[in-house]
T-cell receptor
Framework: GGIITQTPKFLIGQEGQKLTLKCQQN?????MYWYRQDSGKGLRLIYY???????QKGDLSEGYDASREKKSSFSLTVTSAQKNEMAVFLC???????????FGSGTRLTVL | QQKVQQSPESLIVPEGAMTSLNCTFS??????FAWYRQHSGKAPKALMS????GEKEEGRFTIHLNKASLHFSLHIRDSQPSDSALYLC?????????????FGQGTSLSVVP
């Protein structure tokens, strides 16, 4: 079986700071995603990538950038951290449309 | 834009009870329906999925889908304390080309001994 590794597990930053979250998968999946989960709530899609060097905006992309440098990795950058975006950021991958999503354990963001 | 709503928001049931969780969606063209479970502090994991109208059973878990009423549900027979988790439903539009999953806001389930 494969695994999704997110780093760091906890990220603390100052308001206005640029912060980067990283995700690696060894499933050899084509599609990767970044979701945001606010305190026990559902998941909102920030960015997704269908293949290497592809980027697609989700419903919550404002204030974020993403990068898919290679098939196995997908990074998310918070361009200017705000206190109202303290949340858990979840990375996922899938083999294609209507396939099961496999999630990482998340990065918890705290903004001081 | 697809809207996915779950009810109830939270639920407490005794061990051994039948638990029913509901999900409604707004787009009648939706093709793929799934339930995910997330234990506290852990990654969400896929439980079950369904494409066509009807029912699908896997162990203690059953999905019902009624596309005409824009509704699907998850039923847990003989609920166990280990079933305590956040349950997320998810819906996708396409079955033959890429389409992203839209998640509901979740139902928090507590099964008490």
């Amino acid at each position: 079986g494969g695994i999704i590794t997110q780093t760091p597990k906890f990220l603390i930053g100052q308001e206005g700071q640029k912060l980067t979250l990283k995700c690696q998968q060894n499933f050899n999946h084509d599609t990767m995603y970044w979701y945001r989960q606010d305190s026990g709530k559902g998941l909102r899609l920030i960015y997704y990538s269908i293949t290497e060097n592809d980027l697609q905006k989700g419903d919550l992309s404002e204030g974020y950038d993403a990068s898919r440098e290679k098939k196995s990795s997908f990074s998310l950058t918070v361009t200017s951290a705000q206190k109202n975006e303290m949340a858990v950021f979840l990375c996922a991958s899938s083999g294609g449309c209507a396939e099961t999503l496999y999630f990482g354990s998340g990065t918890r963001l705290t903004v001081l | 834009q697809q809207k996915v709503q779950q009810s109830p928001e939270s639920l407490i049931v005794p061990e051994g009870a039948m638990t029913s969780l509901n999900c409604t969606f707004s787009d009648s063209a939706s093709q793929y329906f799934a339930w995910y479970r997330q234990h506290s502090g852990k990654a969400p994991k896929a439980l079950m999925s369904i494409f066509s109208n009807g029912e699908k059973e896997e162990g203690r878990f059953t999905i019902h889908l009624n596309k005409a009423s824009l509704h699907f549900s998850l039923h847990i027979r003989d609920s166990q304390p280990s079933d305590s988790a956040l349950y997320l439903c998810a819906v996708s539009l396409a079955s033959s080309s890429f389409s992203k999953l839209v998640f509901g806001q979740g139902t928090s389930l507590s099964v008490v001994p």
